[in-house]
């Protein structure tokens, strides 16, 4: 495990099972809550990713980056994914828990987002940071308003995974020798194509650190008729956000509604309108052939269908700011991390939002004597 300066790592046992957590070596334990954050990556990555955030946000924070189940340094247990994303929602509590930690601020990218609005249905916090996050639909084969293209999920799960993708996560594949090869679907779908960094590889050892053994990533799926051949198991990853097992929209409902900030890249191939993740997307585009047509497997509109639920949020009485940042990836914190940062700082209430519009600029002349 390749950590930065600064960075270091333990593993919390917490009962449910062994939990690897990065904090940064000057953090105090003591740290109120009001300035405690609790960072939570995404599908195919681990707490890694979250290095450049840790070691750029304010010395007086407590900052803390946990590795879901079958990611990074922490227990390949098997994933119940009839229970939607509660075993991973159920671990983050547990390990929150053990630290001696309640409500905190919670920021989750992508699955981490679908994670942390769980964590929201069923415990206090103090407010939420959604970076791409996932429809709160589940992944693939909705409409707009949620509901299903196919009872049975046609189209969604861990039916959808690349195979060759899955085989070269086993075997460690550092290479970029194939669209499929982990390294080249970081820069193809994880960030925009002007995206550089010196620390590539390490973002690459977080992807190859995810865990395919059974009942991981992707899961199991089963064989159907309807296009395009295959629906959702009942275990792994890919299923636990299907969206036969997934469906968070209760958030709206919740009596205790923590403040909401949505940061996406308007460039996201992932959580997108148009996703290149997205089945039906692609049976479109002639990707995934014998498509039947946009009244029968339509693309699922991710991205509207977050703002249409964060719309009913604020109706009901929650506080929602959405970033859209423009030509930005999957990845807004690797790619524009002074945006990133400073909006999470305005948002936990570390720093003041500038006023809009700004007050008027008085110049103030006085004599020598003055």
Do not use: C
């Not at 105090?28 to 890694?48: F, I, N, R, Y």
């Not at 940042?325 to 948002?347: I, T, W």
């Amino acid at each position: 495990m390749t950590l930065f300066d600064g960075i270091a790592a333990r593993l919390v046992d917490t009962g449910r099972l062994s939990v690897n957590v990065l904090e940064r070596a000057g953090d105090d334990p003591a740290t109120v809550a009001e300035q405690t954050v609790v960072l939570v990556h995404g599908s195919v990555a681990s707490s890694l990713f979250w290095q450049e955030i840790m070691q750029d946000l304010p010395s007086d924070l407590r900052v803390l980056a946990v590795d879901l189940r079958g990611f990074g340094g922490t227990e390949h247990s098997p994933i119940d994914a009839t229970r939607g994303v509660r075993d991973f929602s159920d671990d983050l509590h547990a390990t929150l828990q053990t630290l001696g930690l309640d409500a905190v601020h919670l920021v989750g990218w992508a699955l981490g987002g679908a994670v942390v609005l769980q964590y929201a249905l069923d415990h206090p916090v103090l407010s939420l940071t959604l970076q791409a996050p996932l429809s709160p639909y589940g992944f693939g084969g909705t409409r707009r308003d949620g509901s299903l293209v196919s009872e049975n999920g046609a189209g969604t799960g861990a039916g959808a995974a690349n195979p060759d993708f899955v085989q070269r996560l086993t075997a460690r594949d550092a290479t970029d020798d194939a669209p499929t090869s982990p390294r080249s679907v970081f820069r193809s779908s994880y960030v925009s194509s002007d995206y550089r960094s010196e620390h590539e590889d390490v973002w690459v050892e977080a992807m190859l650190s995810t865990s395919t053994a059974g009942g991981n990533y992707p899961g199991d799926a089963r064989t159907v008729a309807t296009w395009p051949g295959f629906a959702p198991g009942t275990t792994g990853v890919l299923n636990a956000i299907a969206p036969t097992h997934l469906d968070l929209s209760a958030i709206v409902d919740i009596a205790d509604k923590p403040p909401v900030l949505w940061i996406h890249g308007t460039a996201d191939a992932v959580v997108s309108d148009t996703s290149f993740s997205d089945v039906h997307h692609l049976g479109a585009l002639g990707v995934v052939p014998g498509w039947p047509g946009a009244d029968a497997a339509p693309a699922q509109p991710m991205v509207s269908q977050t703002r249409d639920v964060l719309a009913d949020y604020a109706a009901a009485g929650g506080a929602v700011t959405e970033l859209a940042v423009e030509d930005a990836g999957h990845a807004v914190h690797l790619e524009r991390p002074a945006q990133f940062r400073r909006a999470l700082l305005e948002h936990i209430g570390y720093v003041g939002r500038p006023a809009d519009p700004a007050p008027p600029t008085e110049a103030i002349i006085l004599r020598s004597a003055d």
